[in-house]
């Protein structure tokens, strides 16, 4: 078990190379002069060359990428263009924000998920019910549902805050556009392995054995569906951790999506750099911890291993 | 229909396709419903500068510049079903290829696809999608070549997956043994299976695409106004939320509708086709 993490842990350290490799590429894919970019109303040649040196950006580009690549591994991400602060400055407090949104995020699409899937698996009527709900909530795109929950809850209703930014009221809405969105995947899964486990031999002798029922469901059937679950809710944190980008817009959600989208908007591209390889580390890093809670969870994944 | 046993269409399918011809029928006939563009000044605002309700002259009212909301709904959903079909055959040839390559020829060539495979399908779309989105000018092209971008891990991966179970099937060893070359063997026994896979799989791709295609263009990353694009309809009705919800709903629901029509098509066709039914919308 330790040697297949450990060989995970290197492709997950490959990964976040490769992308970091690839947001370093794009700055010089990207058109537009960085100094342009800090001194729009720049009139002199020299203030710009002067920009320029002090960014390094007239030394040979392998020297850039040493250096550029030097900092990355001390945390440094360099500065943004247009905040004047450090990325790692402006990208911290938000991944606290982005962190809370989607952990929320996750609660919720688990919870509503789970409930659909085991509902489905009981009765025949439900699961027909449940794959129409699926159906819809899988068609409506992100930012239709939240835009949908905005009006109904915030503006008709008046129940939920309109104005964004972070908060214990203002995380509602945005945690429940991310469960419904969520929630069919999970309902699928949960359904599919409810059923699978009722239908087993281990179940069967648990009944005849005379076993109570609670305790059959929650030893024999909850424990068998608590592996994929674990791990589609690891991976999600971790995408989800990423940057939310389109609930963050709805919603005005401070986060690392709402930083991303705005830095984008204003060819920031050392804040753009920054949070995707924030991003991929999120992606990396948890797709990890979902192997390893499904290798806890799961003595047949310890096995695969 | 004579002779057909009655039930034997799935009625997901039938009702996928009637949506989407009616979709469809919409937007080549786009230009009847007015200019998208134009604004009108005089009976498409309100004298304080709102926008009008649906009336006869304007079924969906007018947007918050005073163009005709239903005109620009029409060429939002000719962009939604371009982008769909373009996108659809790009993403899933190129799917497919590295698929095949990496599946029946093995070695150094499958180690590097499907690695490759495997970040694309790791990838945060919508972050990936904004920073590709950066380096393009706005437009159709931008749209398809993000969304093809995106898009062909998810086949590659299921044609990989369908060429290493086939493989090991008899009539691929059989045509091996009879000294057919790689090729012959690709193309006369692993394409038909592959074809047929990925057909059924190319409703749900579709579904994808024109969800997210509104993904990008409400982000400001994909068709950029004035031209229209049901995603970034929905942007600019934002404004209007409070007072002309019916700008925010309109475009929403034609998006939430072409998507569900794509969703049922494919179910329709998991149903008929008993190769499909390993398919499902949980892939994306």
């Given at each position: 078990?330790a040697?297949?993490m450990?060989r995970r842990l290197?492709f997950?350290?490959i990964?976040v190379t490769g992308?970091?490799v690839l947001?370093?590429l794009l ?6 002069d960085p100094a342009r970019?800090?001194a729009p109303r ?7 060359a002067n ?8 030394q040979p580009?392998?020297?850039?990428f040493a250096?550029?690549?030097?900092n990355l591994?001390?945390?440094d ?8 602060q450090?990325?790692a400055?402006l ?6 924000d982005t962190?809370a949104?989607a952990l929320?995020?996750?609660?919720a699409e688990?919870?509503?998920g789970?409930?659909l899937?085991v ?5 025949d009527?439900?699961?027909a019910?449940?794959g129409a709900v ?9 930012f239709?549902?939240?835009?949908v929950l905005?009006?109904v809850?915030?503006y ?5 805050p309109?104005?964004?930014g972070?908060?214990p009221?203002?995380i509602v809405?945005?945690?429940?556009t991310?469960?419904?969105?969520g929630?069919?995947w999970y309902?699928?899964?949960?359904a599919?392995?409810v059923?699978?486990?009722?239908a087993s ?5 648990a009944?005849?054995?005379?076993l ?8 024999h059937v909850?424990?068998?569906v608590?592996s994929?679950?674990?791990?589609m809710a690891g991976m999600?944190l971790g ?7 389109t609930?963050?817009?709805?919603f ?11 830095a984008?908007q204003?060819l920031d ?6 949070t995707v ?6 992606v990396?890093?948890?797709n990890?911890l979902?192997?390893?809670?499904r290798m806890?969870?799961?003595?047949r ?5 | ?7 034997r269409?799935p009625?997901?399918l039938?009702?996928g396709?009637?949506?989407?011809a ?6 080549v ?8 563009l134009?604004?009108?000044l005089?009976?498409g605002l309100?004298p304080?500068g709102?926008?009008?309700?649906p009336?006869a ?8 510049l005073g163009r ?9 959903v ?17 799917g ?15 180690q ?16 990936a999608?904004?920073?590709?989105a ?5 437009g159709?092209?931008r749209?398809?070549v993000?969304i093809?971008a995106l898009?062909?891990s998810?086949?590659?991966r299921?044609v ?11 009539f691929v060893?059989a045509?091996e043994?009879?000294g057919?070359?790689?090729l ?5 026994h692993?394409?038909?299976?592959v074809t ?10 579709a ?17 950029n106004?004035p031209?229209?694009?049901?995603g ?6 934002q ?6 919800p ?9 998006v939430m509708a072409?998507?569900l029509?794509?969703?049922?098509v494919?179910e329709?066709?998991k ?5 499909a ?8």
């Amino acid at each position: 078990m330790a040697r297949a993490m450990m060989r995970r842990l290197v492709f997950g350290l490959i990964a976040v190379t490769g992308v970091a490799v690839l947001a370093f590429l794009l700055e010089f894919v990207v058109p537009g002069d960085p100094a342009r970019a800090i001194a729009p109303r720049a009139q002199s040649a020299a203030v710009l060359a002067n920009i320029r040196a002090q960014l390094h950006l007239n030394q040979p580009l392998v020297v850039q990428f040493a250096s550029y690549f030097g900092n990355l591994l001390h945390g440094d991400l360099g500065m943004s263009y247009v905040q004047r602060q450090p990325v790692a400055a402006l990208i911290g407090p938000r991944l606290a924000d982005t962190g809370a949104l989607a952990l929320a995020g996750v609660l919720a699409e688990v919870l509503i998920g789970g409930t659909l899937g085991v509902l489905a698996a009981r009765h025949d009527r439900v699961r027909a019910a449940v794959g129409a709900v699926n159906l819809v909530l899988l068609a409506v795109p992100v930012f239709v549902l939240g835009l949908v929950l905005l009006l109904v809850f915030g503006y008709q209703l008046g129940l939920a805050p309109v104005a964004g930014g972070a908060g214990p009221a203002q995380i509602v809405l945005p945690a429940l556009t991310l469960g419904l969105i969520g929630a069919p995947w999970y309902a699928q899964i949960v359904a599919d392995q409810v059923q699978e486990a009722l239908a087993s031999n281990w179940v069967r002798t648990a009944v005849g054995k005379g076993l109570r029922d609670g305790y059959i469901l929650r030893r024999h059937v909850l424990r068998n569906v608590l592996s994929p679950v674990l791990t589609m809710a690891g991976m999600d944190l971790g995408s989800y951790l990423s940057g939310v980008v389109t609930v963050e817009v709805v919603f005005v959600w401070p986060g690392i999506g709402l930083l991303a989208y705005n830095a984008l908007q204003n060819l920031d591209r050392p804040v753009v750099m920054g949070t995707v390889i924030v991003g991929a580390v999120a992606v990396v890093a948890f797709n990890l911890l979902a192997d390893l809670a499904r290798m806890l969870a799961d003595p047949r994944a310890r096995e695969e291993a | 229909m004579a002779g057909r046993p009655a039930g034997r269409r799935p009625w997901q399918l039938l009702a996928g396709t009637a949506v989407l011809a009616a979709f469809a029928a919409l937007a080549v006939a786009a230009p009847l419903a007015g200019s998208p563009l134009r604004p009108d000044l005089t009976r498409g605002l309100t004298p304080t500068g709102l926008p009008v309700g649906p009336s006869a002259r304007y079924p969906l009212g007018t947007d918050l510049l005073g163009r005709d909301e239903l005109a620009r709904l029409a060429y939002g959903v000719r962009v939604s079903l371009t982008v769909a079909i373009a996108s659809n055959i790009a993403s899933i040839a190129i799917g497919a290829a590295v698929g095949l390559v990496a599946g029946f020829f093995r070695g150094p060539a499958e180690q590097v696809l499907m690695r490759l495979t495997d970040v694309g399908l790791a990838l945060p779309y919508t972050l990936a999608g904004l920073v590709i989105a950066a380096i393009m000018p706005a437009g159709l092209t931008r749209v398809i070549v993000i969304i093809t971008a995106l898009f062909w891990s998810y086949p590659a991966r299921l044609v990989y997956g369908e060429v290493l179970r086939l493989r090991r099937r008899g009539f691929v060893e059989a045509g091996e043994a009879m000294g057919a070359s790689g090729l012959a063997v690709v193309r006369r026994h692993l394409l038909p299976q592959v074809t047929s896979l990925m057909l059924a799989y190319s409703p749900l791709n579709a579904a994808s695409a024109v969800a997210f295609e509104a993904t990008l263009s409400y982000l400001n990353a994909g068709i950029n106004p004035p031209a229209p694009s049901l995603g970034n309809m929905i942007s600019d009705g934002q404004a209007a939320i409070t007072y002309r919800p019916l700008l925010v709903i309109a475009p929403g629901l034609a998006v939430m509708a072409l998507t569900l029509a794509f969703l049922l098509v494919g179910e329709g066709m998991k149903t008929r086709d008993p190769d499909a039914r390993r398919l499902s919308w949980l892939g994306r």
